[in-house]
T-cell receptor, first 115, second 117 residues
Framework: GAVVSQHPSWVICKSGTSVKIECRSLDFQATTMFWYRQFPKQSLMLMAT?????????EQGVEKDKFLINHASLTLSTLTVTSAHPEDSSFYIC???????????FGDGTRLSIL | AQSVTQLDSHVSVSEGTPVLLRCNYS??????LFWYVQHPNKGLQLLLK??????LVKGINGFEAEFKKSETSFHLTKPSAHMSDAAEYFCVVISEAFNTNAGKSTFGDGTTLTVKP
């Protein structure tokens, strides 16, 4: 089945640094990937839709200069949290689209903790 | 427009007893519906999916769900709960509409399943 690998799984860093999270589709090509943020005991909140070879589409209220998304190939999308601050601490999850009406396949998530 | 309502934020059952997690949806078009499970600090794992074929859908780990159009429901069931079923469960709808939201998933708020020994 379709496998999505997300790396790293845990990140702890100082305030002001930038953090890059990678999302790879291992055995299929994904023209569209999604980035979610999840707060404790809450559902997933869609941050942006990442399309290969074009600019990402951000949801309302998500700062595109803060959360940089790059989807340079059909198997890799990256999310960079720039100048991270404690309020950016969260669980970030990526997923890959496998076709209209078909299920998304999710990475295992990245726990980001900003000190 | 589409929306998903998971009717229970928490469900607690004893091991070996049946599980029922309720989900109602609304969609302007023919929906695709999914149930996912999330264990702590993990991503989401697909349990089962409904995509306009059989209304009773069987998934992994003994779970199944029935699509009832008249009730706009897609409840998740399992005959006998296991301790390993304790997790967060999400009901998801995708509306097959040819607009800017085509293919975009809408998530329910989740149901926390607790299984008591």
């Amino acid at each position: 089945g379709a496998v999505v690998s997300q790396h790293p799984s845990w990140v702890i860093c100082k305030s002001g640094t930038s953090v890059k999270i990678e999302c790879r589709s291992l055995d299929f090509q994904a023209t569209t990937m999604f980035w979610y943020r999840q707060f404790p005991k809450q559902s997933l909140m869609l941050m942006a839709t990442s399309n290969e070879g074009s600019k990402a589409t951000y949801e309302q209220g998500v700062e595109k200069d803060k959360f940089l998304i790059n989807h340079a190939s059909l198997t890799l999308s990256t999310l960079t949290v720039t100048s991270a601050h404690p309020e950016d601490s969260s669980f970030y999850i990526c997923s890959a689209d496998t076709g209209l009406g078909q299920p998304q396949h999710f990475g295992d998530g990245t726990r980001l903790s900003i000190l | 427009a589409q929306s998903v309502t998971q009717l229970d934020s928490h469900v607690s059952v004893s091991e070996g007893t049946p599980v029922l997690l309720r989900c109602n949806y609304s969609s302007s078009y023919s929906p695709s519906l999914f149930w996912y499970v999330q264990h702590p600090n993990k991503g989401l794992q697909l349990l089962l999916k409904y995509t306009s074929a059989a209304t009773l859908v069987k998934g992994i780990n003994g779970f199944e769900a029935e699509f009832k159009k008249s009730e706009t429901s897609f409840h998740l069931t399992k005959p006998s709960a296991h301790m390993s079923d304790a997790a967060e469960y999400f009901c998801v709808v995708i509306s097959e509409a040819f607009n800017t939201n085509a293919g975009k998933s809408t998530f329910g708020d989740g149901t926390t399943l607790t299984v008591k020994p």
